[in-house]
T-cell receptor, first 109, second 114 residues
Framework: DAKTTQPPSMDCAEGRAANLPCNHS???????VYWYRQIHSQGPQYIIH???NNETNEMASLIITEDRKSSTLILPHATLRDTAVYYC??????????FGAGTRLTVKP | DSGVTQTPKHLITATGQRVTLRCSPR?????VYWYQQSLDQGLQFLIQ???????AKGNILERFSAQQFPDLHSELNLSSLELGDSALYFC?????????????FGSGTQLSVL
């Protein structure tokens, strides 16, 4: 499975959009990009995933570049409860989901 | 609530002991995953089962073993415990462990080895 690179930490003002980048330059054509988050010591929570097209759900939007080498998770109106570690993961032919270090997002009032 | 149940929530034991962590997947899910999260290692994938069979193996120590039972619940057995085994252990489940499936995580078991 492709490796991902994320910034270790980011800050965002409450009510503003949080844009979390992820690089996955070695991604293969059949590999999906998944995003999870972990609030404090709770179990990770699924946010969104995509293959080629941009995706949106009630939690977030996922923008994948045309060459698929990077993506951005967008939380449109961040709240204090969105403070968490966000993991970008690339998954291939199995569901062997290996997490990296993630990005620690801090939403500030 | 993810629908994945892990017991116990907290476990305190001594070095050299053996413990068993239990996981009940979401109703209908056939695949179970185990992860270990320690402060210095992040979330480490240990092992995956699908319908009772081992499907993928990660960084699982030989002192650790797991199984998935016919009713699909899973147990993670940790033996000859060391101080460094202190960590949060998460279980996750998915429908059939195939590609493009989201995982649903339990709330974890906090293991403290003293």
């Amino acid at each position: 499975d492709a490796k991902t690179t994320q910034p270790p930490s980011m800050d965002c003002a409450e009510g503003r959009a949080a844009n979390l980048p992820c690089n996955h330059s070695t991604i293969s054509g059949n590999e999906y990009v998944y995003w999870y988050r972990q609030i404090h010591s709770q179990g990770p929570q699924y946010i969104i995933h995509g293959l080629k097209n941009n995706e949106t759900n009630e939690m977030a939007s996922l923008i994948i570049t045309e060459d698929r080498k990077s993506s951005t998770l967008i939380l449109p109106h961040a709240t204090l409860r969105d403070t968490a570690v966000y993991y970008c993961i690339v998954i291939g032919n199995n569901n062997d989901m290996r997490f990296g270090a993630g990005t620690r997002l801090t939403v500030k009032p | 609530d993810s629908g994945v149940t892990q017991t116990p929530k907290h476990l305190i034991t001594a070095t050299g002991q053996r413990v068993t962590l239990r996981c009940s997947p979401r109703s209908g899910d056939l695949s179970v995953y185990w992860y270990q999260q320690s402060l210095d290692q992040g979330l480490q994938f240990l092992i995956q089962y699908y319908n009772g069979e081992e499907r993928a193996k990660g960084n699982i120590l030989e002192r650790f073993s797991a199984q998935q039972f016919p009713d699909l619940h899973s147990e993670l057995n940790l033996s000859s415990l060391e101080l460094g085994d202190s960590a949060l252990y998460f279980c996750a489940s998915s429908a059939d462990g195939a590609t493009n499936e989201k995982l649903f995580f339990g709330s974890g078991t906090q293991l403290s080895v003293l």
